[in-house]
């Protein structure tokens, strides 16, 4: 009996010491998951959203493939498919749709299979560079909407910024050569939609939590309900834009490779979905639609560089000058991300890559305007 005494008082004193370690642990843990959940949300959203437009240029006219609003469904299925079999696995959970929340979540849906549409309408007339300098476009009207509908203050280097992406984007159309109205039409649609889902989706998540029966809504519950809900309205529209007769037709649909790209696609529809959501649990409106500048100049360079599209001094400038308001935009507008303070200018390290990647783009893109002249 004498020997357990010490023993039973040692245990206590561990138990103790383990209990404030517990308590320390959590709010320690707390706090760098969400800076990495910041932070890694909004590089996963930048790489998933640059590879989904490559793709889908790819597949619109690399393919000269003529039915977009099916490319969408295809994706928004397989995106379907993949959470389902990942559900079933055990591996991630959902809660369960019903009729309460489908009302809720129906609006912003429509808005979403929207930006798809007009998205893949756009990237089949306008070359890959041009559309990201016009997606700058969605930047001012989301800083209005936020202005107008949440009171939200901009200060005046905001709205130099804002300023400069519209005569860039004037610019940048003016001096484009393979400038086409219909593709610039259903670019500038596909902008107020971007930013209406932007905008309301955050709000929507959180009405859609109250009508939840955990009183929860998980990024993946959000991509099934997202992705479930556009299938009926995707096959509705297959038939108003009279999809069906061309895909009876085509011979694309017998291409396994095509089948794979397809597919590949469908993946990284459900890549930025996921990423989307998760960045935009994490922000707020405007960085979501502010921190594709991160990504827009190696994008831009790469739809060049891939797809072969003649442009001049002129339109390289332009384009160049639209990237850099969006990049000196975020900087300015959004130095938080959710908690992740986005190292100031004056680092040496960020001000080095940001320079780099400013004085590459520059480079690559005067080379890339010296060849197309050379070419023509």
């Not at 429509?110 to 893949?120: A, E, K, N, P, W």
Request: aromatic share 10%; proline share 3%; with cysteine.
């Amino acid at each position: 009996m004498k020997l357990s005494s010490p023993t039973d008082e040692q245990l206590d004193v561990e138990n103790v010491k383990l209990d404030k370690e517990k308590e320390r642990t959590p709010r320690s843990g707390r706090v760098v998951r969400v800076h990495n959940q910041a932070l890694l949300s909004g590089l996963a959203y930048c790489f998933s959203s640059c590879g989904m437009i490559l793709v889908n240029k790819f597949v619109l006219s690399s393919y000269d493939f003529n039915a977009g609003i099916s490319l969408m469904l295809y994706q928004n299925f397989i995106s379907v498919v993949i959470v389902s079999v990942l559900k079933i696995l055990g591996l991630v959970s959902t809660e369960p749709l019903t009729w309460r929340l489908i009302k809720v979540w129906l609006p912003v849906n429509v808005i979403f299979v929207g930006m798809l549409i007009t998205s893949m309408f756009s990237l089949k007339y306008i070359n890959v560079a041009m559309v990201t300098v016009l997606k700058n476009v969605t930047n001012v009207i989301t800083a209005l909407g936020e202005m107008y509908l949440f009171k939200k203050h901009h200060d005046g280097k905001v709205w130099a910024a804002l300023f400069l992406m519209i005569i860039s984007a004037i610019t940048g159309g003016i001096t484009d050569l393979s400038f086409n109205s219909i593709g610039y039409a259903w670019q500038t649609l596909n902008c107020f939609l971007t930013a209406s889902y932007s905008l309301t989706l955050r709000r929507v998540m959180d009405t859609a939590k109250q009508v939840t029966k955990s009183g929860n809504l998980n990024e993946f519950s959000m991509v099934l309900l997202n992705n479930t809900l556009s299938l009926p309205l995707g096959f509705f529209l297959i038939v108003v834009f009279n999809e069906v007769d061309y895909l009876l037709r085509t011979p694309l649909l017998r291409l396994p490779s095509f089948w794979l790209v397809m597919t590949f696609s469908g993946i990284l529809g459900l890549a930025i979905s996921f990423t989307s959501m998760w960045f935009l649990h994490q922000t707020g409106a405007t960085t979501y639609s502010l921190v594709g500048s991160l990504n827009k100049i190696p994008l831009s360079i790469a739809g060049i560089l891939i797809f072969k599209v003649p442009t001049s001094l002129e339109n390289s400038a332009s384009i160049f000058f639209g990237l850099l308001a969006g990049r000196w935009h975020q900087l300015t507008d959004s130095p938080n991300w959710g908690g992740f303070i986005i190292p100031s200018p004056k680092d040496s390290f960020w001000s080095n890559i940001h320079l780099e990647l400013l004085r590459k783009g520059l480079l690559g893109m005067i080379a890339l305007a010296h060849t197309g002249r050379e070419s023509h």
